[in-house]
């Protein structure tokens, strides 16, 4: 178990380094660097004429004339180091004040979309997968195909209309107008709680239609096994017996596979972010590359795949805490 | 001994046995095609994607008017659906009601209304602006067209632009675009998950870490982050072809794995070493003697990452880091769906979505048809 863990944790941390440099090019890669920007979004209106030379100023006291593997291990060091993910300058801060709580709001957004992914997508696939051929397994099946086609921005763009249509009510934002910008509180958080199901529903949409068929298909395949036969020969309840053998596998590829369904989810929150007007970080990500503030565009990124990585390593604890096999092999 | 009279077959046991010769001596893909006939869903979408290729290819034939035309008469104008009768009687000929201005009562603002009292009559092949049809054979003909003034089946954009004719370039634009993605991804995935495959090794531990990291990065972000890097002032003709090479090289790690994997399990048969042992290159032995055994395979991923370039374009451009106007694609005309109030005031602006869900369902079950089709140990026949 210990060389399994070592050997995970090596794997996440090479992971780690080539998604930074990764997301650091990317940084890189628009025309133009962060010193025409600041200068430009500084002195823009104000009359100040900039010239090449302000322009080279700036980008020798920022440290951005050195060569790029310098900038890559200044920027990297600052984030491991000091937690410093360096200046914004559409907002003419610091990163870190623009993410600032929002990245609580994200994480909060996701443990809630992945609840509900799991409590939607578990039981009812295995439902269909016991119930193979009935009205209401084909039901699921055509729902969960509709689920992959409909993507979730249009599915969010639906329940705008319809919401403002039948009940003339808006269903965007995570917050009511007088909580917005109050500090937190337990009302507050209640008034989040109630806003969030909407975008966990919209951003769980295609995570939900996937997983649906995942256990359908496993649960379908574990039910003819002999196991469950033998198991059925000796007369156990046939609740219980489902839920010993054949369910309990079924879970497994739902579990090995969570990583993916953080990415499909923030994969998806940028643009669901942008239709229903939630203010967090998918928002703020498509907002900073549409300014190209690369900065907080990359720290964002970062940041998600960090999560990503990290939802990786733990699915893998889980599996190999749920599945023999997997621990002994190592 | 006897001799066993030869009864003269009868008509069926001629049938039957001509039946199993055709499927003993059938090819692979004779085979293929067969059993993906039976498919009756894949059939369905693959006449209605057929459909869609056609009418997104003559476009210029089809769509009575220009992408970019536009009736300042009419604004948001809702859509005009051709009827037969109407209060003042029946007509053979289709017709739809023509529009006159009138000022609002309450706003003051002057309007433009269908007016039940005049018939603007339906008619096939009329003359329209000059186009080129596939980009080389200048045409004036239109599918139809109204005798006087125009006909807007799914009503206009602010701008006064035909809601059905932009569909119809957009589909051109969408569908092309996938398809120039897959075809850039699929030549990514092959020379890299060929390497990786068939070198084996350190070389392939290393490729697998990169197709890694970029499987983990969330695709829409790294999408937006490729897209946000082309410059503003690029045309729409770079832009394009920009999008198809970030769609595909984003695209390639799902089917390098494939190929990979594919490659690394026969890497070992005794034909390919006698290849090597005959001295053939690694890319004539991957190339002829191994692909063709999972070129099926290929066929149908390629066919199942359709529908995920499709969706990526929509997004991007719907939220204005992809295609800009004035290229109309899907998710550039729903962007002008994007807000509460448009949606409210004209819901037609929200058509060009059902196109896309209707394309990737179509391309979703054919690729599970060619799946089935494709799989040698599925039911013979």
Redesign the interface.
């Given at each position: 178990m210990a060389v399994f863990l070592i050997r995970r944790l090596l794997g996440m941390a090479?992971?780690l380094l080539?998604?930074s440099l990764?997301?650091f090019l990317?940084m890189e890669?628009?025309?133009g660097d962060y010193a025409e920007r600041y200068a430009f979004r500084k002195f823009s209106g104000t009359g100040v004429a900039v010239t090449p030379a302000d322009i080279q100023a700036i980008r020798i006291e920022l440290g951005l004339d050195a060569p790029m593997m310098v900038r890559y291990a200044n920027w990297i060091s600052g984030i491991v180091l000091r937690g410093d993910f360096g200046q914004a300058y559409s907002f003419l801060t610091s990163v870190n004040n623009v993410i600032g709580d929002k990245v609580w709001l994200t994480l909060g957004l996701l443990v809630a979309t992945l609840l509900l992914t799991y409590l939607i997508a578990i039981p009812v696939g295995l439902y269909a997968a016991v119930r193979r051929g009935s009205g209401a397994d084909y039901g699921l099946t055509i729902i969960s195909?509709?689920g992959?086609?409909?993507?979730n921005?249009?599915l969010a763009?639906l329940l705008?209309?319809f919401a403002?249509?039948w009940f003339g009510a808006?269903i965007?934002g995570l917050f009511s107008d007088q909580y917005r910008d109050a500090p937190w509180s337990l009302a507050k958080f209640w008034d989040l709680v109630k806003h969030l199901w909407i975008p966990a529903l919209v951003l769980g949409w295609s995570a939900i239609a996937y997983q649906l068929q995942t256990v359908r298909a496993t649960m379908s395949d574990e039910i003819g096994k002999l196991s469950v036969m033998a198991a059925r020969a000796r007369g156990l309840p046939e609740t219980r017996l489902m839920v010993k053998y054949p369910a309990r596998l079924a879970v497994n590829p739902v579990v090995s596979t969570i990583?993916f369904d953080v990415?499909r989810i923030?994969?998806?929150?940028?643009?669901v972010a942008?239709?229903l007007g939630l203010t967090e970080l998918g928002d703020l990500?498509?907002k900073s590359?549409?300014d190209?503030d690369m900065n907080v565009?990359g720290a964002?990124?970062l940041l998600?795949?960090v999560v990503?990585?990290v939802m990786?390593f733990v699915s893998d604890l889980l599996l190999a805490w749920l599945d023999p096999r997997i621990r002994l092999e190592g | 001994m006897t001799d066993m009279p030869q009864t003269p077959e009868t008509r069926t046991e001629r049938r039957e046995r001509e039946r199993r010769e055709a499927y003993y001596s059938a090819s692979q893909w004779t085979l293929i095609w067969w059993r993906f006939r039976r498919h009756r869903a894949a059939m369905a979408a693959s006449a209605i994607l057929g459909l869609m290729i056609i009418l997104g290819l003559f476009a210029e034939f089809f769509a009575p008017y220009g992408p970019t035309e536009r009736n300042r008469d009419y604004l948001y104008g809702a859509p005009q659906m051709p009827m037969f009768c109407d209060q003042n009687g029946c007509s053979l000929r289709a017709f739809v009601h023509g529009t006159r201005t009138e000022r609002d009562p309450v706003t003051l603002r002057s309007r433009t209304v269908p007016d039940p009292q005049t018939r603007r009559y339906v008619q096939f092949f009329v003359e329209g602006q000059p186009a080129k049809l596939l980009g080389v054979i200048p045409t004036r003909t239109r599918l139809f067209g109204l005798d006087e003034g125009r006909i807007h089946l799914w009503g206009t954009d602010e701008l006064g632009r035909d809601v059905f004719s932009r569909t119809l370039y957009a589909t051109r634009t969408s569908l092309s675009i996938g398809v120039l993605g897959v075809i850039i991804s699929f030549v990514l995935a092959l020379a890299i998950g060929g390497i990786a495959g068939y070198a084996g090794g350190l070389t392939d531990s290393a490729i697998q870490?990169?197709t890694?990291?970029?499987?983990?990065?969330?695709?829409?972000?790294?999408y937006?982050?490729?897209?946000?890097?082309m410059?503003r002032e690029w045309s729409g003709l770079q832009v394009y072809f920009a999008m198809t090479v970030i769609l595909g090289a984003v695209g390639w790690p799902t089917l390098a794995r494939r190929v990979r994997s594919q490659l690394l399990s026969i890497r070992g048969e005794d034909y390919v070493t006698a290849a090597r042992l005959a001295g053939a290159r690694p890319s004539r032995i991957i190339g002829t003697h191994m692909l063709p055994s999972f070129t099926s395979f290929i066929i149908v991923d390629l066919v199942i990452s359709f529908?995920y370039m499709i969706?990526s374009e929509?997004?991007l451009s719907?939220?204005?880091?992809g295609l800009r106007p004035p290229a109309v694609s899907w998710g550039v005309m729903?962007q002008q769906?994007?807000s509460?109030r448009v949606?409210?005031q004209a819901?037609w602006l929200?058509i060009p979505?059902l196109f896309?869900?209707v394309a990737?369902?179509a391309f979703?079950?054919i690729g599970d048809g060619l799946r089935d089709a494709a799989d040698p140990y599925s039911e013979a026949r």
């Open positions: 090479l992971t080539l998604v990764m997301v990317i890669l628009p025309p195909y509709l992959l086609a409909l993507p921005f249009l763009l705008l209309y403002n249509r808006s965007g990583g990415n923030f994969s998806e929150l940028p643009i942008a239709v990500l498509l590359f549409l190209l565009a964002i990124l998600l795949t990503i990585v990786n | 870490r990169v890694e990291v970029v499987r983990v990065i969330p695709v829409i972000p790294l937006m982050g490729l897209a946000a890097a410059p529908p969706l929509t997004a719907f939220v204005g880091l729903l769906a994007q509460i949606i409210e819901p929200f979505a896309v869900v990737v369902l979703t079950v």
